[in-house]
């Protein structure tokens, strides 16, 4: 081949590749030597956002269970979260950040790992695979420690997630209680268990991710919580039924009865918040706050019957999917600004990877850094986003700005909803709207293409389907198994 046609090659070559990835993420490849992905080119305003996490702690805080429309500062008019709403004016916050998963440890595993749930593949008491690239693993290389503090032992190296921190304390059997009547489910036990691990420290650069229970149950936020919310009418609640036939499967544990349920939730979320603030002030009393990278979100959100839905693992509607994501940069560079352009979980990972130059693979990661966003480079990184529930029946969700498509797992049923008429999802309009849901059933099959097992079921019933991989199970203990049953995961 003559020079002038391989330069027209690789021009297409370049073409086609741009467009595999105009929808997030790039095609699943093996990544046997590290090829690492590409930073954010500097600007002006890249290298402000730089220079404020130069030398800087990160610190990750998720609230199991935290729908965004309860949240004060996206819009709910209740005080569940003083804390969380106050660091906002200080903060960046996305208002369409939607999680991969309703299920704790998926959604997880893609915070780690920045990959889709049929690129990670630890669904259920599955491990990650071998040679999974975590951003522990980046975080660690950079030179910071790093630990893990998990009241939810979903997310634990027990069920093969955090195995890379150097520090781990994520089981009854490991977090020091020092007061019997005490479960180690409760913030309190979390934050001393943190508070001890920052003293010895030494002013050393460290990574900690908080993983606290509330607002997913149990219920056990101070009765002074309970008290704000309690017999109040909830805000804008509507119930609602399925639009897929549901088979019956036991609900466990059996949810409080609305209306009071919600209030219940409300002061538990003002719990988790409370948990939040009293990182923060460790973090003062440190003197170290002003110097950290202090990020709070959620694995999930929670539903409450509006699409017949109860607590979640089963649904993908915004009940189930919409989070927050609240980014406050040291010193608060650049705090104050709202982005409402879709963002989701898979996201973080790059983001402070980008933020800290620090490398990754690129063929790993599925995620899009949102720092030209927050660089004002760019109005959107995505065109849609996806996430999944578990079944049986499984469901994905294709969501853009203007329209959400459920795809129910049998290739057969499928729901689409106007956004901007019908923000609550309760119309059904994919007879009326042919093309739009066409549109984006175009979208999904070519993100399908592109993951590890491409869930090509989800349009064809009859497609062959790829073989699992192994990967490692837990080994659970009579307490830990006790625990996961509490909470509804084991019946």
Known sequence: MNTRWRGRALWWILVVAAAAAAYGGVRYRSANAFQPAA??????EVEALRSAVEGANIVLVVLDATRADHVGCYGYPRETTPNIDRLAQSAVVFEKHF?????????????????????????????????????????????????????????SPTYGLGTDFDHQECDAEL???????????????????????????????????LHFMPPHTPYAQPGEMTELFRGLEPVSFRPGDYEFPEPPRP?????????????????NLRYGDWAMGEVESVLREFGVFDETLFIVTSDHGEGFGEHGYVWHGRGVYDDNTHIP??????????????????????????????LL???????????????????GLTDGVHDCIFARAGGPPSKYLVRSLTHS???????????????????????????????????????????????????????????????????????????????????????
């Open 405 to 491: 498509l459920i795809l129910w797992d049998n290739g057969e049923w499928r729901a689409l909803y106007d956004l901007e008429s019908d923000p609550g999802q309760r119309q059904n309009v994919v007879e009326e709207r042919p093309e739009a849901a066409e549109e984006l059933i175009g979208v999904f099959g070519d993100f399908a293409e592109k993951q590890r097992r491409p869930p090509r079921d989800f349009l064809d019933p009859d497609a062959e389907m790829v073989p699992l991989p192994s990967a490692p199970l837990p080994e659970l203990t009579p307490e830990q198994e006790k625990h996961l049953r509490n909470m509804g995961y084991l019946l």
């Open 325 to 354: 994501l609240v980014m406050r940069l040291p010193g608060g560079e650049g705090g104050g600004l709202r982005l409402c352009t879709l963002s989701q979980t898979i996201d973080l990972f790059p983001t402070i990877l980008d």
């Open 39 to 44: 930073f954010t080119p500097d600007s002006p």
């Open 251 to 267: 609900v466990r544990p059996t949810p409080p009865a609305l209306p009071e349920w919600i209030n219940v939730y409300d002061a």
């Open 175 to 209: 977090i020091p209680r020092t007061r019997a009547e005490e479960r180690w489910t409760q913030p309190e036990v979390l934050v001393r268990a943190f508070r001890a691990w920052l003293e010895e420290q030494d002013g050393a650069r460290f990574f900690a991710y």
């Open 357 to 375: 130059r620090v490398e990754y693979p690129r063929n790993g990661a599925q995620g899009r850094s949102l720092l030209p966003l927050v660089a």
């Open 99 to 155: 999680s991969q998963s309703s299920e704790t440890k998926s959604s997880t595993a893609s915070l780690l790992t920045s990959q889709y749930c049929d690129t990670h593949l630890s669904d259920g008491p599955r491990g990650l695979l071998s040679g999974t690239f975590t951003l522990e693993q980046g975080l660690s290389r950079a030179g910071l420690r790093t630990a893990v503090f998990s009241s939810n032992l979903k997310v």
